[in-house]
């Protein structure tokens, strides 16, 4: 396989992967909401034990969410690198992922990173959860009451 064969592949790898983070935090996240909303709101109340179990699967599914998109950030530093690596060789045909890499090392690249929007929010999520179940275990309505 020629360099520039695998340097392709590796690209499209590393867009693979960052695609399939999007489209999963999408489904989780929307679906997530909507569903404790659905929960919540609907006629006639349902017993608030429904509720907090289901908020507890949301801040799970958060928690599973962040460690899959862990995984996917370190597939995808390895395809990103390996493309580094295969355009200092051809030093004079490419240095698309070089020069964003010496610019984010000098902080030349504003934040937040895709991976930090993705952490603050399996953080947010996992944190809405628990306060959703929290507020609707029956213990916690009896002390409120």
Known sequence: MTLLKEYELSQEMHNYYGHLTWEIASIII?????????????????PSIIVSIFAFVVTGMAIAFYYFMKRYREITKLHLDRCIEIEKRLDCLMKQHTKVKEADEEKKIPGPT????????????????IVVAIYYLPICICKFN
């Open 30 to 46: 929307g679906g997530s909401i909507a569903g404790l909303a659905l929960v919540i709101s609907n006629q006639p109340r349902p």
């Open 114 to 129: 895709g991976w930090g929007t993705v952490q603050a929010i399996c953080i947010g999520l996992a944190v809405f959860g």
